[in-house]
Antibody, heavy 120, light 107 residues
Framework: QVQLKETGPGLVQPTQTLSITCTVSGFSLTSYYMQWVRQTPGKGLEWMGFIRSGGSTEYNSEFKSRLSISRDTSKNQVFLKMNSLKTEDTGVYYC??????????????WGQGVMVTVSS | DIQMTQSPASLSASLGETVSIECLASEDIYNNLAWYQQKPGKSPQLLIYYASSLQDGVPSRFSGSGSGTQYSLKINSLESEDAATYFCLQDSEYPPTFGGGTKLELK
């Protein structure tokens, strides 16, 4: 059974760093791309970046300078770190698994999300 | 980036009715279009992938169609549990981009 679960702080102060862990089960991180998506009141759903099954990463240029995605395959965990947080970064952060079938690509499983509030 | 224009932004319909939601891509996305249902406080649930393939476990009253730049989600015989926000996602080209969402209200 595929499961993804994000854990992280509910409140982060402006200018500080956000760290979120996505713990997965039911599949191997070495077989799938793992995506990070956030949902904010201002911009709705935004793709943030991903880590490939091989471990390399790609980021949305909007976050590139302050976003880092990594993983620990032995612990089945994927990590998101974003620095220099602003109040506009308040929202729900999701990890999602991307599946590829032939020519099709889609995010098939999502975590429950973690609500992050950026406030002093 | 590929822009996804979703319409309508909101929709009100009665139980048993059929509704359609559209997503228009700014360029050809070669059927790499997925539809999701999201209820308040919950994560998105995949309904349709590759434009028209029904995800396992999703009721057959949901269907997807389209090609090129135009795609639609149809929900037949609306049930109360279908009240939710629906959105599309294109994964043809990076960055993946989302439609703005359609909030479906049941009368």
């Amino acid at each position: 059974q595929v499961q993804l679960k994000e854990t992280g702080p509910g409140l982060v102060q402006p200018t500080q760093t956000l760290s979120i862990t996505c713990t997965v089960s039911g599949f191997s991180l070495t077989s799938y791309y793992m995506q990070w998506v956030r949902q904010t009141p201002g911009k709705g759903l935004e793709w943030m970046g991903f880590i490939r099954s091989g471990g390399s990463t790609e980021y949305n240029s909007e976050f590139k300078s302050r976003l880092s995605i990594s993983r620990d395959t032995s612990k089945n965990q994927v990590f998101l770190k974003m620095n220099s947080l602003k109040t506009e970064d308040t929202g729900v952060y999701y990890c999602a698994r991307e599946t590829t079938e032939g020519s099709s690509y889609y995010f098939d499983y999502w975590g429950q999300g973690v609500m992050v509030t950026v406030s002093s | 980036d590929i822009q996804m224009t979703q319409s309508p932004a909101s929709l009100s319909a009665s139980l048993g009715e059929t509704v359609s939601i559209e997503c228009l891509a700014s360029e050809d996305i070669y059927n790499n279009l997925a539809w999701y249902q999201q209820k308040p406080g919950k994560s998105p649930q995949l309904l349709i992938y590759y434009a028209s393939s029904l995800q396992d476990g999703v009721p057959s009253r949901f269907s997807g169609s389209g090609s090129g730049t135009q795609y639609s989600l149809k929900i037949n015989s609306l049930e109360s549990e279908d009240a939710a926000t629906y959105f599309c996602l294109q994964d043809s080209e990076y960055p993946p981009t989302f439609g703005g969402g359609t909030k479906l209200e049941l009368k």
